[in-house]
């Protein structure tokens, strides 16, 4: 079975398991594996505390195996043992597939996050998922259990019949990821290839760039920076501006990734990584949680930015740099006024003491491929769940704490979800400017596959038919209404200069911005 056999190549070999029926393919995959050794108890709760002492003493993560219902009730008290003494334990619990439950199916409960208060991390895997997930996942759990706080760990597993039968599917490659805990010490380099790429998300300090940035230059390494890691207002020759629009033509592939950070925004970068995956990717965060949306992680270093970038040591390729700059370039932007053109504008305005704020949907898209202004206080968004709700009162906290003043870009869906916290602008901390595109509905759906379709408006589009004037009355704010790019530039040029908060309306439509998109992609592949 998938998800033992990278339990396996993860290095756990020590499987704790009572007798049971749902649990059947669980039980099977570990019979059949010549690495296991498997501990048997009759009783749940004593199995529990079985594989609890184990982990006591081995200082490492056995896994449990257990089938469904009060089974998995009565590991409990040993879980909430494990969660106290930091004892490294990995819960695997059979489940009725999705449709038995709630309908008072035999033997059936809701056992996920059943014990939310006592695991270090919990996940729900069955055998419909693609094997890179089952095996990212696997791995998750692993060092979850082990690092940065050791303790349980749980994934449920819903099984559908025939048991024996799906208990007999094909392994998985037993592949494993490499979890480190720190990076090399300088007596020891780390030795990558010479033509890899790095991508930089969010990263926990913002002080971390240079590290990464010299990494980049001491490798010659292309840089693929998100938006909100700020490399971009830093400067350097290994930067590549638009890397967003070069997949669409056939850029020449990495053997290596070394992603330091957060997720990048860009799911055309990921989409085109996970077409070809590069032999290794390798990522890096002092953060605990796992960064791997698209399972294509081969190593986890779990360590300080600064000191493992420092680490990492190749034999340049100036060739492959270059491959990649002289490239780095996008078909001219079209003069009408999109939200394109719009952020176009902005970047070229003296933005040296304002900080950038990006609301989700369609703003942080355009502004990571299109907004490099030669210096301002950095760029920040919402992209923890990447909500379109509280963006505004978001804004007024970021000044509070930055101590700068800072000019947001938001949608107009986003703005009406946050409409009551312009109340907070008369009296921010610092000036604020909020620049809001108002296209009369959801504009990023427009990027869809269903946008033809005759009911698109009605379910997707949700045109409003609004305008922002009264309520920036209604709350004392200065308000411009503008509809060209050059009444854009001298709106925003006239709010810079007064330093005080102000609402500036953009009237635009969805559809012309999307046709741009697919004029430029069509220049860019041509």
């Known amino acids: 079975m998938i998800l033992i056999n990278q339990l396996i190549a993860q290095n756990v070999r020590d499987f704790f398991l009572a007798p049971g029926s749902r649990s059947t393919p669980l039980a099977i995959a570990l019979a059949r594996h010549p690495e296991v050794r498997i501990h048997r108890h009759f009783d749940e709760r004593g199995l529990g505390f079985y594989a609890a002492g184990f982990g006591l003493g081995k200082e490492a993560p056995a896994a449990l195996v257990v089938t469904s219902g009060t089974a998995v009730g009565n590991l409990t008290p040993a879980i909430m043992e494990a969660h106290h003494a930091s004892i490294p334990l990995i819960i695997l619990t ?69 048991l024996y039968e799906n208990a007999l599917s094909p392994p998985a490659l037993q592949t494993p990821i490499s979890l480190e805990t720190s990076s090399p010490s300088t007596g020891s380099p780390k030795n990558l290839p010479s033509r890899g790429i790095c991508i930089v998300g969010r990263l926990p300090n913002r002080s971390d760039i240079n590290a ?76 605990s949680h796992w960064v791997d949306p698209s399972a294509l992680i081969t190593e986890r270093m779990f360590a300080n930015i600064p000191s493992a970038a420092d680490c990492f040591t190749n034999t340049p390729d100036e060739h492959w740099l ?161 509809d060209t790019i050059e009444s854009l530039d001298t709106a925003l040029r006239t709010a810079l200069q007064a330093k005080k908060s102000c609402l500036i309306e953009m009237k635009t439509c969805r559809t012309q911005n999307h046709a741009h998109h697919k004029k430029m992609k069509l220049c860019c592949t041509s």
Request: with cysteine.
């Open 212 to 287: 990464v940035l010299q990494f980049a230059h001491r490798l010659k390494w292309p840089v693929f920076a998100d938006l909100l890691s700020n490399a971009r207002i830093h400067p350097s020759d290994e930067l590549i501006k638009h890397y967003d629009w070069l997949f669409w033509n056939l850029p020449p592939r990495p053997d290596c990734v070394v992603h330091f950070g957060e997720r990048p925004t860009s799911k055309r970068l990921m989409e085109w990584l996970t077409a070809s995956p590069p032999k290794s990717y390798i990522h890096v965060s002092p953060h």
């Open 322 to 482: 270059s491959s990649w700059t002289t490239r780095d370039q996008i078909p001219p932007i079209d003069a009408l006024f999109t939200e394109t053109s719009a952020i176009n504008t902005i970047a070229k305005l003296p933005l040296d003491e304002w900080a950038i704020f990006l609301a989700n949907s369609m703003p942080i898209r355009e502004a990571d491929w299109f907004l490099f202004p030669q210096k301002c206080q950095g760029f920040f968004a919402n992209r923890g769940l990447s909500g379109i709700d509280g963006n505004i009162a978001t804004i007024c906290g970021l000044t509070l704490g930055l101590k700068a003043p800072v000019i947001g870009i938001l949608g107009d869906m986003t703005t009406l979800h946050d409409l009551n916290s312009l109340a907070l602008l008369k009296n921010a901390a610092e000036p604020i400017i909020l620049i809001v595109s108002n296209n009369n509905g959801c504009g990023i759906f427009s990027h869809l596959s269903v946008a033809p379709d005759p009911d698109f408006e009605t379910l997707f589009g949700f045109p409003h038919g609004l305008t922002f004037e009264h309520a920036a009355q209604m709350f004392h704010l200065a308000y411009a209404s503008v």
């Open 94 to 162: 059979a489940d009725r597939p999705q449709e038995l439950r709630e309908v008072s199916a035999n033997q059936t409960t809701d056992q996920c996050k059943m014990f939310q208060n006592f695991v270090r991390w919990q996940c729900e895997i069955d055998l419909s998922m693609p094997l890179e997930a089952i095996r990212s996942r696997a791995a998750q759990a692993v060092f979850r259990a082990k690092f940065p706080h050791p303790g349980p760990v749980h994934i449920n597993c819903p099984f559908r019949e025939p």
